[in-house]
Structure formats: structure tokens, C-alpha cells
């Protein structure tokens, strides 16, 4: 890997941020995009980019970070500017098309078979971690386009932030100079609390902690066994914005929602990806018929006053219970997007912090009962795949386009997503010059015969239509 030399122009002050009682140990993986550049991408040379990146990453020292696991066994993310961790940015060329990309769809298989992707590491947390918090590959294309491949260390860096410190680049390569990097991108500190003597109750609904297996143990215990013959599906699908429209609208005038009550758009596309989601799980009986977790991925960054988009991935997944029927039923759509708009009321500032403060309190009596990894004890309780239980994390809401270089913005961004009934909602290509977009692009893993259930959903293929396998 070739690491950004940064010469005389690292940061000067070490920073330490502990990130013990957060949930963000909670994502121990390395979360990719590809972004698409169709020819002529001049601006975005070798050097240029090299040159660039230095000036982007003065700013976010813990980028150079380590993860640091302390006596106690709490841990930090600790950038030494003499003993730094430097991202690594690599450059390579390739004889396919962004033509011939473009065909087919932009398909993240078809760029992995082309090699435009990197290996995706582990991400666990161990003391002998020593991985970049970022990594990047250019490759120029056979007619001059140029894919740009990225990923962070979710601990440290997820989607909000990652695609922030990318726009962030971009605007740095397009000025050819140094650029204030934006406050949003400021790292915040988690407040620790005093470890008592109470077992391990009383925790919220959403996270799960269990001393008495090992890492592994809760692994293959949170892990549905799917048949070697099936395997699992993964899909990219258009949600028009028309169509969202439409599905709010129905809500709307349903006459479900009560005084002062609404649905805001990711609401409504939560609840329909939800309802057809779990509705071809149990047609295809890969889960047996019953009442179904639904979630939604939150960012705690506003409710908690963190910076916008600091550093970090402070989520929670927010919960509630859908009864088959809701389900099964099309026209319980309303219902269910009401039920799904009401669950996120709970999380407030309050909840979260409290939330927060019983991670912390039991992961300190954790590591004090002699536990040697407590932070791959705790996991989310939804992300369990052996319940029933579907969600959905909207991004369409962060700068993923926001990263033009010089010669426009990207025209499509392809990701990757490994969790079966996790789906991730990015915005689709923007229009014109602007960052609207015409349609949600959403990213589908499911076992293969759920996935043809869905496919031939009439609920779904009416308002959907597939983009890439």
C-alpha cells in the first residue's frame, strides 16, 4: 500500500479521542464506494490528487490515528505525529470503458471482476490493528474516465463523514489550495462515567451484551445459517422521488395520522421497503410467518449536539414492532408508515445519552470482571438475522455526489452492502449541474428466494425497477 507522504505538513499536536460508551465499536468494518468520472477527468491527475489529499488531510489529523486500547481497556483513536498511521492512495489503469461501465450499469461486480476495487480488510479491533483509517485507488479508464475507489474504517469514519472528508478533498483539488476544512468535520470526545457493581440489565431494547460467549460465539449466534444451494442475492434498485411522493401521499390522505401528526419522505421509504421486504421473507418462507422488527438507522450526531458531520459513527438503530397483518396487508401501508414515523419520537437527546452512559457503565464492568475484548460483546439486537427483523439506513440525505474535482461531479457512486434485510438507500445520479436526484438507489441483500419474491412483488415492482445485480 502507498502511503500519503506528508512531508513537513503533517499536523503538529498529537489528539486523542476516546470512543469507549459510544456505539461506534459497534462497526468494526471497512465501508466502500466507488465513485464514476466520465471522460475527459484532466483534473484529476496523479499529481493533482496526490497534492490535494495532503492539503485535505492537514486538517483531520485522526485520520492518522491508530485505535489504542488502553490499561482499562477502553479505546481511543490516537494520532502521534511521530508515529503516524497515513492513509494509502493508489493509482492504476485499466483497459475497460467508462462506456462499457456505464452498460452495465455500473455493477460493483463487474468492477471488482475489472479490479477497480481494493481488498476489504477486517476491520476488528485488536491490538495489533494497524490499518489505514482511509484508503483510496484512482484508476484511469481505456477512454479517459476514472473510477475512484474509497473506504473508511466504519469505527472512525462512517458514510456521514466519509463522504464529507471526500467532498472536502474534491473542494481542495478544484482550488488548488488549502481550504478551511469545514467544522463539521471537527472530532468531538465521548464523556466517560463511573463503573459500578450492577449486572448487565436495564440496557435499551437496542443493544444486546453478553459476557458469557466468546466474539466468535456471538458471531455464529447472530448469524442465520442460509442453505449453500441458495446463498444470498444482492440487488440495486430505482425508487423514482415521484413515486415517494406518491407513497406520502397516500399516508397523507389516509386519514391514519391524527392532529399534528406527519410522515416525512425516508419515513414512508422505511416503511414500503420494510413491508415488502419482510412480506417476501415470509412468502418465501425463509422466515416463518409473525410480527416483525422494523429499524431504522439514526444518527445521533444533531439529537446529542455533536458536530454535523464529525468524526465518528454515532448511530442507533431506532426500533418498532409491525404485526404481520401490517405485513402481509398492502393497505396497511399507512398504518406501518404512521407506526415507523412514531418510533423515532423516543430518541431524543434524554434516551440517547442515557443510552450511551449504560454502554459505558457496562463496558467498564466488562473489562473489570477480567473480559479481554468487551467491545465485541456488544452488538445491535436488530442485526440479529436468525429473528425477524428488517431495516433500512437512508443516505440519501449526506453529500455522496458532492465531489467534483475540477471537471464535474461524479455521475453514478456504487457501493456494496454484505447484510441480508439491512438495506442502504443512496441517492441515485444527480440531474444536470445540481445534487437532485431523480430517484433513491437502493441497495438489497436477500437469500435467493426471498429476493425472487420480491422481485416478483407486485407492490414492488410497481414502484421499483432493478439497476444492477
Known sequence: MAKIDMGELLPKEPVSRRITGDTQFMFQFYKPCIHYYPPPSSSMSTEKLRLSLVTALQGCPLLFGRFKIHPDLTISLDYDPLNPNPPTLEFARASVTYSQLRSQSFSYAVAKQRGLDMAIPDGTITRGFDLPMLMVKVTYLGDGGVALFS????????????????????????????????????????????????????????????????????????????????????????????????????????????????????????????????????????????????????????????????????????????????????????????????????????????????????????????????????????????????????????????????????????????????????PGPPVGGSLEYEALHLYVTLERPAMEALRADKQWSGMCSLVSE
Open 151 to 426: 473506504m473508511t474504517n466504519h469505527v472512525a469514519f462512517d458514510g456521514n463523514a466519509m463522504f464529507s472528508f471526500i467532498a472536502h478533498w474534491a473542494r481542495c483539488n478544484r482550488l488548488l489550495g488549502s481550504v478551511d476544512v469545514p467544522a463539521d468535520l471537527e472530532s468531538y470526545a465521548t464523556s466517560m462515567v463511573a463503573c459500578g457493581n450492577k449486572p448487565l440489565v436495564g440496557g435499551p431494547v437496542e443493544i444486546s451484551v453478553d459476557a458469557t460467549r466468546t466474539p466468535k460465539e456471538i458471531a455464529v449466534g447472530n448469524s442465520k445459517a442460509v442453505g449453500s444451494a441458495e446463498g444470498v442475492h444482492a440487488c440495486v434498485f430505482a425508487l423514482p422521488v415521484a413515486h415517494i411522493k406518491k407513497l406520502k401521499t397516500v399516508v397523507e390522505e389516509s386519514g391514519v395520522l391524527g392532529e399534528g401528526e406527519w410522515v416525512s419522505s425516508n419515513n414512508v421509504v422505511a416503511a414500503f421497503i420494510a413491508q415488502c421486504v419482510a412480506r417476501a421473507n415470509m412468502e418465501a418462507q425463509v422466515y416463518e410467518s409473525g410480527e416483525w422488527t422494523v429499524f431504522q438507522a439514526l444518527d445521533m450526531r444533531r439529537p446529542l449536539g455533536l458536530p454535523a458531520r464529525g468524526l465518528g459513527s454515532p448511530l442507533i438503530l431506532a426500533e418498532c414492532r409491525a404485526s404481520a397483518s401490517e405485513i402481509m396487508d398492502s393497505n396497511q401501508f399507512s398504518l406501518l408508515a404512521r407506526r415507523v414515523r412514531g418510533s423515532v419520537d423516543k430518541y431524543r437527546g434524554e434516551y440517547l445519552q442515557g443510552a450511551m452512559d449504560w454502554m459505558n457503565e457496562s463496558y467498564g464492568l466488562l473489562a473489570k470482571e477480567g473480559v479481554l475484548e468487551p467491545w465485541r460483546h456488544f452488538w445491535f439486537t436488530a442485526l440479529n438475522t436468525n429473528e425477524r427483523a428488517v431495516g433500512v439506513s437512508c443516505m440519501n440525505r449526506i453529500p455522496v455526489y458532492d465531489a467534483d474535482f475540477g471537471a464535474g461531479r461524479p455521475t453514478m457512486a456504487r457501493s456494496f452492502n454484505p447484510r441480508p434485510n439491512y438495506i442502504i438507500v443512496f
